[in-house]
Every structure is written in C-alpha cells, then in structure tokens.
C-alpha cells in the first residue's frame, strides 16, 4: 500500500480547492489523507459515486425535485445510516471523510460533503451554505440539514437561529449566506477550522498546528491564521517561527487592538534560541 507525504496530501489538497469542477469528497479526503498516509481515495469517491446510481435508479428522470431531494435523503441517511454524531460532537473522527463513510458518523458539513457529492452526481445544482454555528445544503433552492436526516429547513426557522447567532438584521444575513454559497476553498477550510478546534480540545497542538498551516494556504486573505499559527509555534517551543508569524500578522493588521502585546511577545522571541531548529 502507498504511503502519502503530508506535503503531497496537501498538494492535492489545494488543487482541489482550486478546481470548481472536482468533487468535493476528494478535497475532504485530502484533508485525512495527511492523518492516514496509507489512504485510498478512490473507493470512497466510487461509493459516493454508487449512492448516486442508486438514487437515479429509483426516482423517474422527470419526478420533480422534491423527489429526487426525498430520494438522495433516504438512500444517505435511511438506506446506508448516515447520522449525526451528537454524543461525541467534538471527536476528531467526524472531520475525516474517510472515518464519516466507515463509521456513518459526521457533523454537519462532512455529512454535507457526502450529500453535496451524491447530489451533483446526480447533476443537481446543490451547494454548500455557510450558516454559522451549522452547515447546511441548498438543493434546487430548498435549504436542508444533512446533520438531521436531510430535513428541510423553513425559512423561518433560519432567521431564528440567525437572530439567535446574533444577526441584526436576520432577513438579509440569510439572503447574503444564499446568495453567496460556499465554494470547494470556503468548505475545506472551514472543516480545517472544524479540526483545529477539536485538537486544541484535546491538547493536541502537533495537530492543531497542521490544521492551521494548511488553513494559512488556504484561506491567505484572513491574516488571523498567521497570528494562530504563531501562537501555537510559541507554545511547542518554536519561537523564530512564531516571532516570524506574528510579524507577519502585524504587517497586515497594525491597528490591531493587541498589536503592543503581540510586538512584546515578538521582541521577546527573538531574543530566545532554540536548541533544535
């Protein structure tokens, strides 16, 4: 079996990301590849593949679309099990791709991910919507949740929990999230994010950090990344690397509210040399 360098699992990584028209389960898969080097792709990509032949063989080309969303919905979460991990949310597990589709667990946007890749099989215009706190999917312009069975989600209920997240003005924050669904980039990186938090959880800095590295290349317009990973070069005992993270965040956010205590933080590790670096 072939053994994978995280530097290659994340050279494919970012070509996905940067290819509109690749499934969005192999940039997922990607992102576990750098778990397990050892990772297979292609038979996940050809189950994904084989739920949506199913799919197709049991709905009529002309049924409308609320059938063929009723059709995708049973064959994931009735026929092959797929729910979500409410009992162990935060486990790192439900953001590999790989460990979703063996363990028929997830959260919602790798539950998504299995659905969005199904659904555009099938040729359906079906995206990714960055709703905040819970991913959700819209099929042929209906909102559903793939962390709860494929439900349809009413609109009503999506400005309340917008207005909970604290929206002031719910109508319009939800018209933007649909206006401007997720692409491949903005749905990898927000399951890296996903990944980072749940290692910090669990004290796993090694890993957190490998999360924020790749979110740095992948989302290089938001400058916090570089401030994290600098933080958590600081705390393994990293400390050029740090200073060089942090001076680089400053460059791009000088106004920052903390910019005095990051610029004592970066003096501070540049005087400092590692034994090993």
Known sequence: MRVRSPEEARERLYEAADDPTRDIALGALWIAAEEYPELETEPYVTYLAERADRVAASVPSDAPASSWREAIATEIFVHERFR????????????????????????????????????????????????????????????????????????DVLLAQLEQAGASRPADELDRIVERPA?????????????????????????????????????????????????????????????????AYLARVPDDPEADVIRQVVERLSRERPPLQ
């Open 84 to 155: 979500g991990n409410a009992g162990d949310y935060y486990d790192p597990r439900n953001s590999y791709l790989n460990d979703v589709i063996d363990r028929r667990l997830g959260i919602p946007i790798t539950l998504a991910v299995v659905y969005l890749s199904v659904a555009r099989s099938l040729g359906r215009s079906a995206a990714g919507l960055n709703t905040p706190g819970h991913f959700l999917v819209l099929d042929e312009g209906v909102v559903v949740d793939p962390f709860n069975s494929g439900r349809v989600v009413e609109r």
């Open 183 to 247: 692409d491949s980039r903005s749905i990898l990186a927000r399951m890296l994010v996903n990944l980072r938090t749940n290692h910090l959880r669990r004290g796993d800095i090694g890993r957190a950090l490998a999360s924020v590295d790749r979110l740095v290349h992948l989302d290089p317009g938001n400058p916090a990344w570089l401030r994290d990973r600098g933080a958590l070069f600081q705390r393994l005992d990293c400390p050029r690397a740090a200073a060089a993270d942090l001076e």
